[in-house]
C-alpha cells in the first residue's frame, strides 16, 4: 500500500514539474519576442534618424487602389531636408495640424479629449492626432482603424519623441503625409498645386496645402471650396503666433 501511494505522489509530482517547465517554456519564449519586438522597433526608429523612409505602407496602398480601378500607378514624392522647406509651411503645419506640437510630449491630451466628447455628441471630427502621431501612423504602420493598430501607433509616438528631435520628427512630417492623388509630401505637392518648389511657397499656398489634409483625396489646393478657403486664411492669421523647431 505504501508503495502504490509512493508511485501515485511520484506521478503528480512529475504532472506538476511537467506542467512548470511548460509554463516556463512559454514564459521564456513570450519574453524573447518581446525583447526582439523592442529590440527590432527601437533599431527601425534609430535608423529613421539619419535615413530618410524609403516608401511608406499607405502609399503603396494608394498605389495598388489606383491599379484596381484602372488608374495609372502614382507616388510622386520628393525629398527635402528641414532647412530646404518653407518656414510659411512649417508653420502652417503647426498651426493647423498640431498648435502644441512644440510643447507636448507626442500626446495632446486636451485635443484627445476635446476630440472624445465631439465624438460622443455625434459630431464630425477628425480626431486628437498629433503630428507625432500621424508621422508614427504613415511612417512604421499600415491604414488601418484597429485597437491593436491604435497601440502600435502610441508605442512608436513614445519612441520617436524620445529618440528623434522635434525638427526630424515636423521633417519627416511634411515629406511623406498624403497631399493629393498619388501626391505625397510638400515638395511634390507644391509642384503639383502651384508649379513651385515648397522652399519658396508663400503663406497662403501653405496654408491651402495644409488645408486639405484632412482629406487630400477629396479636396484640391488649386480648387479650394468655400470651406477650404475659410480653414487656408484662418491658418495664415494664426501662422506667425507659432515657433518652429530650430
Do not use: C
Not at 61 to 90: F, V
Amino acid at each position: 500500500m505504501a508503495i502504490k501511494r509512493s508511485t501515485t505522489k511520484s506521478k503528480n509530482i512529475r504532472k506538476k514539474s511537467g506542467k512548470a517547465s511548460w509554463k516556463q517554456k512559454i514564459g521564456i519564449w513570450a519574453i524573447r519576442i518581446v525583447l526582439l519586438f523592442l529590440g527590432f522597433t527601437i533599431f527601425w526608429v534609430l535608423l529613421l534618424t539619419i535615413m530618410n523612409p524609403p516608401v511608406t505602407f499607405l502609399q503603396l496602398q494608394r498605389g495598388m487602389e489606383r491599379k484596381a480601378a484602372g488608374k495609372q500607378w502614382k507616388i510622386e514624392k520628393d525629398w527635402l531636408n528641414y532647412g530646404q522647406l518653407s518656414d510659411n509651411l512649417k508653420r502652417a503645419a503647426i498651426a493647423g495640424e498640431d498648435a502644441h506640437f512644440m510643447t507636448h510630449n507626442g500626446f495632446d491630451t486636451k485635443a484627445i479629449r476635446e476630440a472624445f466628447e465631439k465624438n460622443q455628441a455625434g459630431k464630425k471630427l477628425r480626431g486628437g492626432s498629433t503630428i507625432s502621431q500621424q508621422v508614427a501612423k504613415n511612417v512604421f504602420l499600415w491604414p488601418d482603424r484597429s485597437w491593436f493598430r491604435k497601440g502600435l501607433e502610441t508605442y512608436f509616438t513614445v519612441l520617436i519623441e524620445i529618440f528623434w528631435s522635434k525638427k526630424r520628427i515636423l521633417e519627416v512630417y511634411l515629406n511623406v503625409i498624403e497631399m493629393g492623388q498619388g501626391v505625397y509630401g510638400a515638395e511634390a505637392a507644391a509642384q503639383y498645386y502651384f508649379h513651385k518648389s515648397a522652399k519658396s511657397l508663400s503663406k497662403k499656398e501653405a496654408a491651402l496645402i495644409i488645408a486639405i489634409l484632412p482629406s487630400p483625396q477629396k479636396w484640391d489646393a488649386r480648387r479650394p471650396s468655400a470651406y477650404i478657403n475659410r480653414r487656408a486664411n484662418s491658418i495664415v492669421r494664426y501662422m506667425h503666433y507659432y515657433r518652429i523647431p530650430e
